[in-house]
DNA sequence: AGGCTGGTTCGACGTGTGTCAACATGGACT
DNA sequence: AGTCCATGTTGACACACGTCGAACCAGCCT
């Protein structure tokens, strides 16, 4: 695994490396239709500008998108980032 | 997915969530015999003293374990680990 | 015993990260 | 227009993290 890689697949393994993104992140992707609004998922013990922060971290991190529809801002998965990720752990698990 | 939950799985991408760590488990992972010594494993670009540091690190997160044969100190990964990782991955990949 | 090599631990320094309160933005509704 | 509500942004602070050099431990070798 060269550096530019591990580079690249660490930032992935980073967002997801705090409690409260991996519940923002586990609540979006579980939640009906595969995207959630702001305004469901922001009970995580935290305040909501902290929410907000970290929501901002997983989409720089390419494991999210947002779009805003009228007064609220859903938030979907990227299921490809997700698969690649599942990949890099799968590889080590075969051998 | 309980505050209880995210904290442990959130230990464990925080531990890859670093180049240098992924690197290191990625090289014990796919090395000969699924394990390897530090020595084989220490070019990452970081002193070596770092490089024990994230070993112990990854240790602590539960994906790997060590053992100390004469001189030389081996490496395994923890293939029951991984797989709960992937499927906690998979899971929204799926959905 | 004494030295040599491989690994770990310690102490310290600079940087990054999570968190919040306060403020700003942007759309809906009257 | 003007107000309200849902989000995002800013600034600031404490804490954790990555990194290194130096000191320290654990086995082999002569």
Known sequence: ??????????????ALGDPVRLRLFSAVASHEGGEACVCDISDV?????????????????????SERRGTWVYYRVEPSVLAAM????AIPAAA
Do not use: N
């Not at 695994?1 to 980073?14: D, V």
């Open 45 to 65: 013990g935290v305040s909501q500008p902290t929410v907000s922060h970290h929501l901002k971290k997983l989409k720089e991190a390419g494991l999210l998108t």
């Open 1 to 14: 695994m060269s550096a530019a890689e591990a580079e690249t697949a660490a930032r992935m393994f980073k």
């Open 86 to 89: 599942g990949q890099l752990l």
